[in-house]
T-cell receptor, first 112, second 110 residues
């Protein structure tokens, strides 16, 4: 079975540009998570969807960040406008409720 | 008190050693606990779930202490390949949303 699929694997762009990260969860999983990981702050939960509905977005840093899940097989995380401090590894994970999460390979984002 | 706390380490041990990590949590109602392993520049991967009665998987043993609100991970006969960061996962207070600890770094040397 395919795992969680994220794209792109790497993204380098200039500050001010719009960045869109994509995630395809494991088929049948009803929970989807977006995380950001940096050396300074560790793994931070940005937003959690259950059955395509955002349940907790308290971790979204500010209005520049937005996430959508239009259907059960696709989610996006968008940053507009991007800033150098957004540079991090962004992970998407999916699971059944209360079960272990499965992570994608991550997107390594660098904002110049 | 933070929701989930781990000693960041690093724990530097020789091959063959036994090493243990603890993870303390504040949500006394938590039911689901997990240990994940993360290698450098890779995604976290599930190592094992933690059951109330404790569980063992080869050289790895996970235990839960509800009274003192911590979970532990014991690694016996450490291998070089065990070098990684070990993350505990516990649900947030009042929710079932899993929260990751900052992780404990393990370095196994020859």
């Amino acid at each position: 079975d395919a795992g969680v699929i994220q794209s792109p694997r790497h993204e380098v762009t200039e500050m001010g540009q719009e960045v869109t990260l994509r995630c395809k969860p494991i088929s049948g999983h009803n929970s989807l998570f977006w995380y950001r990981q940096t050396m300074m702050r560790g793994l931070e939960l940005l937003i959690y969807f259950n059955n395509n509905v955002p349940i907790d977005d308290s971790g979204m840093p500010e209005d520049r960040f937005s996430a959508k899940m239009p259907n059960a097989s696709f989610s996006t995380l968008k940053i507009q406008p991007s800033e150098p401090r957004d540079s991090a590894v962004y992970f998407c994970a999916s699971s059944l409720v209360d079960q272990p999460q499965h992570f994608g390979d991550g997107t390594r984002l660098s904002i110049l | 008190r933070k929701e989930v706390e781990q000693d960041p380490g690093p724990f530097n041990v020789p091959e063959g050693a036994t090493v243990a990590f603890n993870c303390t949590y504040s949500n006394s109602a938590s039911q689901s606990f997990f240990w994940y392993r993360q290698d450098c520049r890779k995604e976290p991967k599930l190592l094992m779930s933690v059951y109330s009665s404790g569980n063992e998987d080869g050289r790895f043993t996970a235990q839960l202490n509800r009274a003192s609100q911590y979970i532990s991970l014991l690694i016996r006969d450490s291998k070089l390949s065990d070098s990684a960061t070990y993350l505990c996962v516990v649900p947030l207070e009042g929710s079932y949303i899993p929260t990751f600890g900052r992780g404990t770094s393990l370095i196994v040397h020859p």
